[in-house]
């Protein structure tokens, strides 16, 4: 089950790859196809849902082009589930 | 992938338009324009906040900012915004300057803003080169570094020793908090983001002075990728502008967090 994901912005993207490099789970990778502005944006690649919401990429990206979503479940909402 | 149970934890701040900037990939001033916006934001001063664009690659910040910003002539942000504060001294004041304009043409003017402890906030974003003209050689390039007017590295017989801007005017009695931060990985991002909101928390309580000085990147000028950028600045210019507090006056001590 996920636990948080980011979505990219491609139109704000500039393909600087800084997100690749301080992801802890090594999810980011640059697009093999270019941009509308002729940037090859940075995508998520994360079939296993293993992203943790854990905001170090949207800290680093210097064209606020990542926004980050985190699982708000409370913690007797997820026992309930379980 | 995105879930119903999932909540933005994350987002573009309001104090920033939607405007992308003309920065070039990977150029670090982004992610300090995202900081000041977001202390902005988080304090809730951005309808009282007027800053004052420089000249250089940030020239064009006031497209940027979702608050009221006026452009000085090169190097004279602190001369204005000495003014403006005198002028409405219930603002909130603060300067963007890069290190061409604040430590080669400006100096006078910030050395005598920092003595007359004037009561704005100064953002001085140092990346050791002109970044706008071109990457030539500015009074804070590191000795040995290679830039388009010192091809073969800067030779301190020749042009000098660079400028430590911050242990400068630490020495100013009306200076109230001197800071340098770095942004070259996230850690050192959120403890600059902690100095912008100390100096702007110093400026709201009129203990005087305050400049956070920031290591930032070029890797267009650099001729480096962005990755490779962020290595320069850890690895080159850490050992020689290292990062500190340099002065935290005692009026400003009761405001100053982490």
Redesign the interface.
């Known amino acids: 089950m996920a636990r948080g994901t980011i979505t990219i912005d491609e139109k704000r993207c500039k393909g600087c790859e800084l997100c690749t490099s301080v992801c802890p789970k090594n999810l980011i990778q640059m697009a093999t196809y270019f941009s509308a502005r002729g940037y090859r944006p940075a995508i998520l690649v994360d079939p296993h849902a293993q992203c943790t919401g854990c905001m170090l990429c949207s800290t680093i990206c210097p064209d606020v082009a990542i926004t980050v979503y985190r699982e708000m479940k409370s913690r007797k909402a997820q026992l309930v589930a379980a | 992938?995105?879930?119903d149970?999932?909540?933005?934890?994350?987002?573009?701040?309001d104090a920033?338009t939607d405007v992308?900037?003309h920065?070039?990939?990977?150029?670090?001033?982004?992610?300090i324009h995202?900081l000041i916006a977001e202390v902005l934001d988080e304090m809730g001063i951005r309808e009282k906040t007027i800053g004052v664009a420089p000249v250089g690659c940030s020239v064009f910040i006031y497209n940027y900012f979702d608050c009221d910003f006026a452009q000085a002539a090169h190097g004279r942000a602190p001369a204005m915004a000495t003014g403006l504060k005198r002028v409405h001294p219930d603002r909130v004041v603060f300067t963007y300057q890069g290190d061409g304009d604040l430590a080669a043409i400006g100096t006078a003017e910030i050395i005598h803003a920092a003595a007359r402890g004037e009561n704005i906030s100064v953002f001085f974003v140092n990346n050791a080169v002109y970044g706008m003209t071109g990457g030539q050689m500015a009074p804070t390039t590191l000795p040995g570094m290679k830039t388009t007017s010192s091809p073969t590295g800067r030779d301190v017989e020749l042009a000098g020793f660079p400028l430590r801007v911050s242990e400068l005017l630490a020495q100013m009695t009306g200076a109230a908090y001197v800071v340098r931060r770095s942004v070259h990985?996230?850690g050192n991002?959120?403890k600059t983001k902690k100095a912008i909101r100390n100096a702007l928390n110093v400026q709201l309580n009129q203990a005087g002075f305050s400049l956070v000085e920031i290591l930032s990147s070029c890797?267009t000028n650099w001729g480096t990728?962005?990755?490779d950028a962020?290595k320069f600045v850890k690895e080159q210019m850490l050992p020689f502008y290292p990062l500190g507090d340099y002065k935290v006056a005692d009026s400003a001590k009761s405001f100053i967090v982490g």
């Open positions: 992938m995105l879930t149970d999932m909540q933005v934890v994350y987002e573009c701040p920033l992308i900037t920065y070039c990939p990977g150029c670090t001033h982004g992610v995202r990985d996230p991002i959120n890797p990728s962005a990755l962020l």
